[in-house]
């Protein structure tokens, strides 16, 4: 295996990460799920791209103004369905991510089901290096503030978060919005890598995807959606020569860790509270054996009535 | 006891309708400052209800709610100016509650239950966040935060399981944590909502003395619900009776205890209930 | 002459509507009672339409009984995932969102089960019903479309009267309500649900062969099983006679936009419904709305 060919990996696998990290914000700790960021990575390909080829705005600008478009767009899709209950939600990103790919295909300035070609080659393995380390930093930091304590209280309970005083409308909006951005950005990475985009690129397998890589990953956890992004994009370029099967097996295995581990990987866990909280985890521990006598000892007692 | 306090809260002929049954008829009462109110009925009486009307998740049919004095929910028969704040805008102003059937941050530790609802005690922004310098706003406030999660749940005697998933609680710590969140709010009103369900006696009986040390700590008013007799009349100073979403009684517990139409509807309705109300006199 | 092109656009609209209702209430089937949508549905209705094909070509089969077989296969297939797949997440009170990727999972999985072994070309059914059109007056009707708008009417008024007259109906719309509450009345929910999605299935069966012999066989089939998905919503989820009127609705929306617009807006408008019922009427034409309690 040539170097060249793992740096592709590499490229494809970052990109692949900034929309998985916003998902992740989105599903793992609002407790959102979209199965349309397929079209918020799309319209962030197609600006940037429409910006660097036919108006000749180089790669950087173009690729915020991606993300910047696709944030509008989801701020414009949340004040419309963040209202919904959960699974109404859900169905309509769905909607709303086919929309999005129809109308590419139907609109010829862009190129209809042809799309755009000649993209120059702008996205390297340094690239996407540094948006994912910005990426992964800002979403770090954000989950860890009180900003951030909020939209998991959400994911949590919408209703005790909203009579905790927080404004869940707002924090959802906020999370969608923030999600739709990296989504962007991811696309307008992935159109510079590629060097030509379609509609067909951007089809409602591609969300189902990193939906599927958030929850393998785990729910509420950073370090579990890189870890994910990273196995999950690796695997299938592994078992290349298995063919067909390959998604056979992929299949399979997202029923298997539904069944067996529906936590995924890390699932509320960060790889770094492994090491940094033993203490924590001892303190809980401990606490847990009290429970469990407790409840041992009342258990008796009624026995005894 | 300060009964002749300032009003806190007042309901003024609040009803509710779902479709054609009517939950809550024409309820009026008023809670003054520093009160332990308490609100009992059978089941199906309309207490919850008169809750999620206070709070903001259900939208009044008639009448008005006015807390300190400023109306925070009103119905309109013409439906032109329903007035109707956010729940978390209520919540803001200075109420908070705690659940019937428990709703904790399930999969959060105790202390981050307690932490998120810290979050009043904060005003930083997000790109503030996203930075995390040292120093600055967004230190100060986090620090504080942390500090103040962590009082409360001394106060609430949780500290030794500050770390444990807030799931795996036994019910009565879980109770008690809800309380720990709501007070994290620092609010004015508390609205309990049966604290005591799931409990045995004797936690029942803390369970009593905790609600009166925090009233008296947070300068509160207490609004509570509950099925146990025992607790109601200890702890109440004044109670509001209904049945079928219609006011039956008020009064000091003595009162209502001796109210033949209270005896009556527990009677009718069940008998266990009016047991309860004996052991209470005890 | 206008009057003629629209019937015969109506009746095409009807015919594909039509499709979209058997495959749509297997949707609102299992909605009602779990509360997810099961995007598994699709591989079902694609495993239908290679079983009825394979009954047909390999077997030998007459028509009739490969119609029947494919609707075995389909509902066994159905059962079987509920099964293996959602009994496990029921038994640990997973949350809907689990049912929907591991609903994902398993139509990936069977699709491309498909195209591992029997692989992903395009296969034609065998003539059943001459192409000599049905004519009626001056409209001239396509066998194979009054078949399907037949099959349909008598699926779905089967299934009406299953839900509404019987037993095993009652314990259907009991479960609806709340399981909890039917199970204590003494409803067998697992056998409700086995139930439903038995129903789900057969249907689904029939109608991907329908959909095989109007069309061709090929893996990703079950894809139209969206549109069906759409079509349960815009009726509203949940609602048995919403998926029926709302697949009925858009089959005829579909067919008048690309008469006489263009067939390039036809599945954007059926996603543009979709996200208009949400935003307007989020329960659809059909369904009921609640105030949630606290």
């Known amino acids: 295996m040539s170097w060249y060919y793992i740096e592709g990996i590499l490229i494809q696998c970052g990109y692949v990460l900034m929309v998985v990290l916003g998902l992740s914000l989105l599903t793992g700790f609002a407790g959102l799920f979209s199965f349309g960021h397929a079209g918020f990575m799309a319209i962030g390909a197609y600006v940037s791209a429409i910006c660097t080829t036919k108006f000749g705005l180089s790669f950087l600008p173009a690729l915020l103004l991606g993300g910047v478009v696709a944030g509008v767009v989801g701020a414009g899709l949340g004040k419309l369905t963040l209202n919904l209950k959960g699974d109404y939600f859900c169905i309509a990103t769905l909607g709303f991510g086919e929309a999005v790919r129809l109308i590419l295909e139907n609109w010829e300035y862009v190129g209809g089901a042809r799309g755009i070609s000649g993209i120059p080659w702008e996205t390297n393995l340094k690239s996407v290096i540094i948006a994912c380390a910005i990426g992964t930093l800002a979403l770090m930091a954000l989950v860890r503030s009180r900003h951030g304590r909020s939209i998991i209280a959400i994911r949590e309970d919408e209703l005790a978060a909203e009579m905790s005083g927080i404004n869940t409308f707002r924090y959802k909006m906020i999370a969608l919005i923030i999600s739709a951005v990296y989504a962007g950005i991811g696309g307008g990475l992935l159109a510079h890598y590629m060097t030509y985009i379609q509609p067909k690129m951007f089809q409602m397998v591609k969300s189902t995807e990193y939906t599927i890589i958030v929850i393998f990953g785990g729910l509420g956890s950073v370090t579990g959606s890189i870890i994910g992004t990273f196995i999950l994009t690796f695997l299938p370029e592994m078992l290349r020569s298995l063919d067909n099967w390959r998604l056979v097996i992929y299949g399979l295995a997202v029923i298997v860790i539904m069944v067996i581990r529906p936590r995924g990987l890390m699932g509320g866990v960060e790889l770094g509270d492994i090491f940094r909280l033993p203490a924590r985890r001892r303190a809980a521990k401990l606490a847990e054996e009290r429970i469990k006598n407790m409840n041992g000892e009342s258990a008796g007692e009624e026995a005894q009535r | 006891m300060k009964s002749e306090g300032m009003e806190v809260l007042k309901l003024e002929h609040v009803t509710k309708q779902f479709g054609g049954l009517t939950a809550v008829d024409d309820v009026t009462f008023n809670i003054r400052e520093g009160e332990i109110f308490g609100l009992i009925g059978p089941n199906g009486a309309g207490k919850t209800t008169i809750f999620n009307l206070i709070n903001g998740v259900y939208a009044l049919s008639a009448g008005k709610i006015l807390f300190y004095g400023k109306t925070i929910g009103e119905g309109a028969e013409e439906r032109k100016k329903v007035l109707k704040l956010k729940p978390f805008q209520i919540a803001d102003m200075g109420i908070s509650r705690t659940f019937q059937n428990i709703r904790l941050f399930r999969n959060l530790s105790v202390y981050d239950n307690v932490l998120i609802a810290c979050h009043r005690s904060a005003n930083y922004g997000l790109f503030e966040s996203l930075l995390r310098l040292k120093g600055t706003r967004f230190a100060r406030q986090e620090k504080v935060l942390r500090h103040k999660a962590d009082d409360l749940l001394d106060l609430m005697r949780l500290v030794f399981y500050r770390d444990v998933i807030s799931n795996n609680l036994p019910y009565g710590l879980q109770r008690k944590l809800e309380i720990a969140r709501a007070l994290a709010l620092e609010p004015k009103l508390l609205l309990l909502d049966e604290p005591a369900a799931g409990m045995n006696p004797e936690e029942t009986g803390s369970l009593m003395e905790m609600i009166r040390s925090i009233r008296d700590q947070f300068h509160l008013t207490v609004l509570i619900i509950e099925h146990h007799m025992d607790l109601i009349m200890g702890v109440c100073d004044r109670i509001h009776v209904l049945n079928f979403g219609k006011s039956l009684a008020e009064g000091t517990p003595a009162q209502v205890q001796s109210s033949p139409a209270v005896i009556e509807a527990y009677l009718g309705v069940q008998d266990g209930a009016l047991y309860a109300v004996n052991e209470g006199e005890q | ?294």
Not at chain 3, 74 to 99: I, K, S, W
Request: hydrophobic share 55%; proline share 3%.
């Open chain 3, 1 to 294: 002459m206008e009057m003629e092109q629209f019937l015969q656009q109506m009746i095409n609209g009807l015919s594909l509507g039509s499709v979209y209702a058997l495959m749509a209430v297997g949707y609102s089937l299992v909605y009602s009672i779990m509360n997810f949508s099961n995007f598994a549905h699709g591989g079902v209705i694609m495993v239908g339409a290679y079983i009825g094909y394979f009954a047909m070509t390999a077997a030998n089969m007459p028509f009739w009984m490969a119609f029947l077989l494919c609707g075995v296969g389909a509902g066994l297939l159905a059962v079987l995932l509920e099964l293996t797949v959602y009994t496990p997440l029921r038994n640990r009170n997973a949350p809907f969102l689990y049912y929907i990727i591991s609903a994902m999972g398993a139509s990936i999985f069977l699709e491309n089960f498909v195209i591992a072994t029997i692989g992903p070309t395009y296969r034609t059914y065998p003539q059943v019903f001459s192409h000599e059109p049905f004519r009626l007056g001056s409209l001239s009707l396509s066998r194979i479309d009054l078949m399907i708008i037949a099959v349909a009417a008598i699926g779905l008024i089967t299934l009406v009267i299953i839900i509404d007259k019987t037993k095993i109906g009652l314990g259907i719309r009991a479960s609806s309500f709340s399981i909890k509450a039917s199970q204590l009345m003494g409803v067998n929910v697992n056998f409700t649900i086995f139930l439903v999605f038995l129903l789900g299935g057969i249907l689904a069966g029939f109608a991907g062969m329908l959909f095989g012999m109007k069309y061709t066989v090929y893996p990703t089939i079950g894809n139209i099983t969206t549109k069906s998905f759409v079509a349960a919503v815009f009726g509203g989820l949940g609602s048995l006679p919403g998926a029926i009127i709302g697949s009925v609705l858009l089959g005829i929306i579909e067919v008048l936009v690309s008469g006489y617009l263009s067939s390039n807006f036809r599945d954007l408008i059926a996603f543009l419904i979709l996200i208009s019922i949400l935003i307007i009427k989020p329960t659809g034409l059909m369904g009921k709305s609640s105030e949630d309690k606290a």
